[in-house]
C-alpha cells in the first residue's frame, strides 16, 4: 500500500508540474504575443508622428494649394470650388424653407419658419437610410427614392409653418460631392465620393436630376440653391454667429469651405460680387503632400478603394476611413504576432466590418477591464476570449489612429487661418474667427474632437489661440442650405 501511495503521490506530482508548465509557457505565448504586438504598435507610433514641425509644414502646404488652387482650374489637388455664394443669410429672411441634405450613407429633409429677426421660429426634419444598392445603381434610381421621400415629408407639413401667399415651395440642396457649380442654382458632378459610384452621373446638373424626379413625385418645389454641406454649414453658422469665416466637416468624409476675398481668385472672371467677398468650398479631402504621414495601412486601403489615388486626406482623417484602417493594423497583429490567438479571426479580414463609432466606444472605454472592448470584438469580429493586455494594445492603436487624424484635421485648418491672415495681427490686432464645425466624427468622438482643439491651439499659440473658436453646429449643412434658399429666394 506504501508502494501504491508513494506511486500515486509520484504521478500526482508529475501532473501539477506538467500543468503548471502548461500554464507557464501559455502564459509565456501570451506575452510573448503582446511584446511582438506591442513591437508593431510601436512601429505605428512612429510612422503616424506628427510633431508640430511637420504639421506646420503639412499646413504651409494646405495654404500653397488653396492659392493654386484659386489661381488656376486644375492647378492643385484643391478643387477650390466658386460656390457662388457671395451673400450670406442676413437674418432678414422670412417664410417656410425646405433643405435637403444629402452627402452619405443616410439623406435628411427639413423645414424651417424664419421670422425675419435671426431667428428660426420652428423646424422639423426627418432621416431616411439610403439603400446600399442605390448607391451604385442608377441616377433616377437614387433621385427618384430622394423625391418620393421628399414628398411624404412635405403632405405631413403642419399649420406651424406658413408658407406666403402666392408662393411656391424653395429648397436649399446640400449635395456634400465634387460639384462644379454653374450658379447659385445649377452644377455638374465631378466625381463620387463616400462609397457612392453612378458613373452615368459623372458630367451631369444635379439639380436638373432632382427636379426631374420631384417632378414625376408630383412635388411642386423649387431648388433655389445648391450647395456643398460645408458652404451650408458656414452659412448655418454665420447665422448666429457673424465671426464665422470658416466651416469645417469631420465626419463620414471631410471637407472645409471658407469667405475669400473676390480680388484674391484669379480664376474668377466674371464682374467681383457688391459685397466683395464669395464662399470657396476647398474640397480638402483631396489634398496630398509629402509631408502627410501615410502607412502601408493607408496605402493598402487606398488601392482596395473605388477611387484610389484621390481624397488621400479625406482616408486619413474622416469617420469613413478610420475604423478600417484600424481593422488593418489589428489583422497584421494577429497575423503575425498572434494577437487574438493562434488562428486570424476570419471576419477581420472584411473590409469596414469594423467601422468607426465602434473604434470611439473601444477608445472612450474607461472600465477596469475594458469590457467594452471585449464585447466589441467579440460581436463585430467573433473574437470571443481576449485578455486583458490584448485590450490595451486595441485602444492604444485606437489612440494612434484617432490622434493622427485629430491633429491632421487641426493643421488643414491652420492652412486655411494662415491663407486668410487670422493666424497673426491684421492692422494692429487678431481677428476673432469662429470656425463651425459639423459631422458625427467631430460631434460624438470626444477624445478625436479634444484632440483636434488642443492641437489647433498647440499650433497657433496662446495669443492667437484665444481668438480662435471651434464652435459646433449642429445640424448645420442642414439649416444652413434652407437659409441660402431663403436668402436666394425668386422673390427677393
Given at each position: 500500500?506504501?508502494?501504491?501511495?508513494?506511486?500515486?503521490?509520484?504521478?500526482?506530482?508529475?501532473?501539477v508540474?506538467?500543468a503548471a508548465a502548461?500554464?507557464?509557457?501559455?502564459?509565456?505565448?501570451?506575452?510573448?504575443?503582446?511584446?511582438?504586438?506591442?513591437?508593431?504598435l510601436?512601429?505605428?507610433?512612429e510612422?503616424?508622428?506628427?510633431?508640430?514641425?511637420?504639421?506646420?509644414?503639412?499646413?504651409?502646404a494646405m495654404?500653397?494649394e488653396?492659392?493654386?488652387?484659386?489661381?488656376?482650374?486644375?492647378?492643385?489637388k484643391?478643387?477650390m470650388?466658386i460656390?457662388?455664394?457671395?451673400?450670406l443669410?442676413?437674418?432678414?429672411e422670412?417664410?417656410?424653407?425646405?433643405?435637403?441634405d444629402?452627402?452619405?450613407?443616410?439623406?435628411?429633409?427639413?423645414?424651417?419658419?424664419?421670422?425675419g429677426?435671426s431667428?428660426i421660429?420652428?423646424?422639423?426634419f426627418?432621416?431616411?437610410?439610403i439603400?446600399?444598392?442605390?448607391?451604385?445603381?442608377?441616377?433616377?434610381?437614387?433621385?427618384?427614392?430622394?423625391?418620393?421621400?421628399?414628398?411624404?415629408?412635405v403632405?405631413d407639413?403642419?399649420e406651424k409653418f406658413?408658407?406666403l401667399a402666392g408662393?411656391?415651395?424653395?429648397?436649399?440642396?446640400?449635395?456634400s460631392?465634387?460639384?462644379?457649380?454653374?450658379s447659385?442654382?445649377s452644377?455638374?458632378?465631378?466625381?463620387w465620393?463616400?462609397?457612392?459610384?453612378?458613373?452615368?452621373?459623372?458630367?451631369k446638373?444635379?439639380?436638373a436630376?432632382?427636379?426631374?424626379?420631384?417632378?414625376?413625385?408630383?412635388?411642386n418645389m423649387r431648388?433655389?440653391a445648391?450647395?456643398?454641406?460645408?458652404?451650408?454649414?458656414?452659412?448655418g453658422?454665420r447665422?448666429g454667429?457673424?465671426?464665422?469665416?470658416?466651416?469645417v466637416?469631420?465626419?463620414?468624409?471631410?471637407?472645409?469651405?471658407?469667405v475669400?476675398?473676390?480680388?484674391?481668385?484669379?480664376?474668377?472672371?466674371?464682374?467681383?460680387?457688391?459685397?466683395?467677398?464669395?464662399?470657396?468650398?476647398?474640397?480638402?479631402?483631396?489634398?496630398?503632400?509629402?509631408?502627410?504621414?501615410?502607412?502601408?495601412?493607408?496605402t493598402?486601403?487606398?488601392?482596395e478603394?473605388?477611387?484610389?489615388?484621390?481624397?488621400?486626406?479625406e482616408?486619413?482623417?474622416?469617420?469613413?476611413?478610420?475604423?478600417?484602417?484600424?481593422?488593418?493594423?489589428?489583422l497584421?497583429?494577429?497575423?503575425?504576432?498572434?494577437?487574438?490567438?493562434?488562428?486570424?479571426?476570419?471576419k477581420?479580414?472584411?473590409?469596414?466590418?469594423?467601422r468607426?463609432?465602434?473604434?470611439?466606444a473601444?477608445?472612450h472605454?474607461?472600465?477596469?477591464?475594458?469590457?467594452?472592448?471585449?464585447?466589441k470584438l467579440?460581436?463585430i469580429?467573433?473574437?470571443?476570449e481576449t485578455?486583458l493586455?490584448?485590450?490595451?494594445?486595441v485602444?492604444?492603436v485606437?489612440?494612434?489612429?484617432?490622434?493622427?487624424?485629430?491633429?491632421?484635421a487641426a493643421?488643414?485648418?491652420l492652412?486655411?487661418?494662415?491663407?486668410?491672415g487670422?493666424?497673426?495681427?491684421r492692422?494692429?490686432?487678431?481677428?476673432?474667427?469662429?470656425?463651425a464645425?459639423d459631422?458625427?466624427?467631430?460631434?460624438?468622438?470626444?477624445?478625436?474632437?479634444?484632440c483636434?482643439?488642443?492641437t489647433?491651439?498647440?499650433?497657433?499659440?496662446?495669443?492667437?489661440?484665444k481668438?480662435?473658436?471651434l464652435?459646433?453646429?449642429?445640424?448645420?449643412?442642414?439649416?444652413g442650405?434652407?437659409?441660402?434658399?431663403?436668402?436666394?429666394s425668386q422673390?427677393i
Amino acid at each position: 500500500m506504501g508502494k501504491v501511495s508513494m506511486g500515486v503521490a509520484v504521478v500526482g506530482s508529475a501532473a501539477v508540474c506538467a500543468a503548471a508548465a502548461l500554464i507557464m509557457r501559455h502564459r509565456m505565448r501570451i506575452s510573448n504575443r503582446c511584446v511582438t504586438a506591442a513591437d508593431i504598435l510601436k512601429e505605428l507610433e512612429e510612422k503616424c508622428a506628427t510633431p508640430t514641425a511637420k504639421l506646420r509644414q503639412i499646413s504651409d502646404a494646405m495654404s500653397v494649394e488653396m492659392h493654386a488652387g484659386l489661381a488656376s482650374e486644375g492647378g492643385s489637388k484643391l478643387k477650390m470650388l466658386i460656390s457662388y455664394v457671395d451673400n450670406l443669410p442676413t437674418g432678414e429672411e422670412q417664410g417656410v424653407f425646405y433643405a435637403l441634405d444629402l452627402g452619405g450613407t443616410n439623406f435628411r429633409v427639413l423645414r424651417v419658419q424664419l421670422t425675419g429677426k435671426s431667428a428660426i421660429e420652428c423646424q422639423e426634419f426627418a432621416e431616411v437610410s439610403i439603400p446600399p444598392q442605390l448607391m451604385v445603381g442608377t441616377a433616377q434610381a437614387l433621385f427618384d427614392y430622394i423625391a418620393l421621400e421628399l414628398a411624404k415629408f412635405v403632405a405631413d407639413e403642419s399649420e406651424k409653418f406658413q408658407l406666403l401667399a402666392g408662393r411656391q415651395r424653395e429648397l436649399g440642396f446640400t449635395f456634400s460631392f465634387p460639384v462644379m457649380q454653374l450658379s447659385i442654382d445649377s452644377g455638374t458632378l465631378i466625381r463620387w465620393t463616400k462609397g457612392f459610384s453612378i458613373q452615368e452621373m459623372v458630367g451631369k446638373d444635379v439639380v436638373a436630376e432632382l427636379a426631374a424626379s420631384m417632378k414625376r413625385q408630383g412635388v411642386n418645389m423649387r431648388v433655389s440653391a445648391l450647395v456643398n454641406d460645408t458652404v451650408g454649414t458656414l452659412a448655418g453658422g454665420r447665422y448666429g454667429n457673424k465671426d464665422v469665416n470658416i466651416a469645417v466637416i469631420l465626419g463620414t468624409g471631410s471637407n472645409a469651405a471658407y469667405v475669400e476675398r473676390a480680388q484674391a481668385i484669379p480664376k474668377w472672371h466674371g464682374p467681383h460680387p457688391k459685397s466683395g467677398e464669395m464662399v470657396i468650398n476647398m474640397e480638402w479631402g483631396n489634398f496630398r503632400s509629402s509631408h502627410l504621414p501615410i502607412t502601408e495601412y493607408d496605402t493598402a486601403l487606398d488601392a482596395e478603394s473605388l477611387y484610389p489615388g484621390e481624397q488621400i486626406f479625406e482616408k486619413m482623417i474622416s469617420g469613413m476611413y478610420l475604423g478600417d484602417v484600424l481593422r488593418r493594423v489589428l489583422l497584421r497583429m494577429a497575423e503575425e504576432a498572434n494577437l487574438f490567438g493562434e488562428t486570424v479571426p476570419p471576419k477581420l479580414k472584411t473590409q469596414f466590418i469594423l467601422r468607426t463609432p465602434e473604434m470611439s466606444a473601444m477608445h472612450h472605454d474607461k472600465s477596469p477591464d475594458l469590457n467594452v472592448v471585449g464585447s466589441k470584438l467579440k460581436d463585430i469580429l467573433d473574437i470571443s476570449e481576449t485578455n486583458l493586455s490584448t485590450r490595451k494594445i486595441v485602444v492604444e492603436v485606437c489612440n494612434v489612429m484617432a490622434t493622427r487624424g485629430a491633429r491632421l484635421a487641426a493643421a488643414g485648418i491652420l492652412g486655411i487661418l494662415k491663407k486668410t491672415g487670422r493666424d497673426s495681427l491684421r492692422d494692429g490686432e487678431i481677428p476673432q474667427t469662429a470656425i463651425a464645425m459639423d459631422g458625427g466624427l467631430y460631434e460624438h468622438y470626444t477624445e478625436y474632437r479634444h484632440c483636434v482643439e488642443n492641437t489647433l491651439y498647440e499650433l497657433l499659440g496662446d495669443e492667437v489661440g484665444k481668438h480662435v473658436k471651434l464652435v459646433l453646429s449642429n445640424d448645420g449643412s442642414g439649416i444652413g442650405a434652407a437659409l441660402l434658399a431663403a436668402s436666394h429666394s425668386q422673390y427677393i
